[in-house]
């Protein structure tokens, strides 16, 4: 069975300081990989993803995952975070063709001034 | 456009009481997906649907569970005889289909969520 574990439940950072939150998970086969964000009082949105192709995704905030298929890691960084990223992430695995993506835990990104 | 939207936000019930929670995807959403998320847990999956086909339950947890998602959009989780450990947020969430096959790699959009508290 897919599973996604994200070791850090809390990461706590400056404003200005890189970032890297760290998701690793378990498949033999064929996934996509996500990045899920709930900022506070929020629907959860998605913030990138993996489908094929460039290992290295990015998303429109200064975010950016690099998939590692020989590690199964999808960890994701920012080189200079603000204090609007403050949310809870979550990494998230699907087999192709599947049915369901695969959460993890999330990890409470706090930014501090 | 619309997003997903779910309702009752809230629901505090008594053990032992019957619940419906409510979803209406985006519209022409062909997809459908409940979600629990219970405190300290990640986001477990409960069931979906993908238009006429018959649904994948696979994640739900127990018999007192079940859904149904009528005319192909709004869809209702039932939950009976609710215990304690039911206490959780309930999400919906709807995506497109991509027709090279299943649905995994389009974005699922979610809705605010059902906050449901079982006394």
């Known amino acids: 069975a897919q599973s996604v574990t994200q070791l850090d439940s809390q990461v706590p950072v400056f404003e200005e300081a890189p970032v890297e939150l760290r998701c690793n998970y378990s498949?033999?086969?064929?996934?996509?990989l996500f990045w899920y964000v709930q900022y506070p009082n929020q629907g959860l949105q998605l913030l990138l993803k993996?489908?094929?192709?460039?290992?290295l995704v990015e998303s429109i905030n200064g975010f950016e995952a690099e998939f590692n298929k020989s590690q199964t890691s999808f960890h994701l960084r920012k080189p200079s975070v603000h204090i609007s990223d403050t949310a809870e992430y979550f990494c998230?695995?699907?087999?192709?063709?599947?049915?369901?993506?695969?959460f993890g835990t999330g990890t409470q990104l706090k930014v501090e001034l | 456009g619309a997003g997903v939207s779910q309702s009752p936000s809230n629901k505090v019930t008594e053990k032992g009481k019957d619940v419906e929670l409510r979803c209406d995807p985006i519209?022409?959403?062909?997809?459908l997906y409940w979600y629990r998320q219970s405190l300290g847990q990640g986001l477990e999956f409960l069931i979906y649907?993908?238009?006429?086909?018959?649904?994948?339950k696979s994640g739900l947890p127990s018999d007192r569970f079940s859904a149904e998602r009528t005319g192909g959009s709004v869809s209702t989780l039932t939950i009976q005889r609710t215990q304690q450990e039911d206490s959780a947020v309930y999400l919906c969430?709807?995506?497109?289909?991509?027709?090279?096959?299943?649905?995994?790699?389009?974005?699922?959009?979610f809705g605010p969520g059902t906050r449901l508290l079982v006394l």
């Open positions: 498949s033999s086969v064929s996934v996509y």
């Open positions: 993996y489908l094929s192709g460039s290992t």
């Open positions: 649907f993908q238009g006429n086909s018959a649904p994948d």
């Open positions: 969430a709807s995506s497109t289909v991509w027709t090279g096959g299943g649905p995994t790699r389009e974005t699922q959009y």
């Open positions: 519209s022409g959403h062909t997809a």
């Open positions: 998230a695995v699907a087999y192709k063709g599947g049915n369901k993506l695969t």
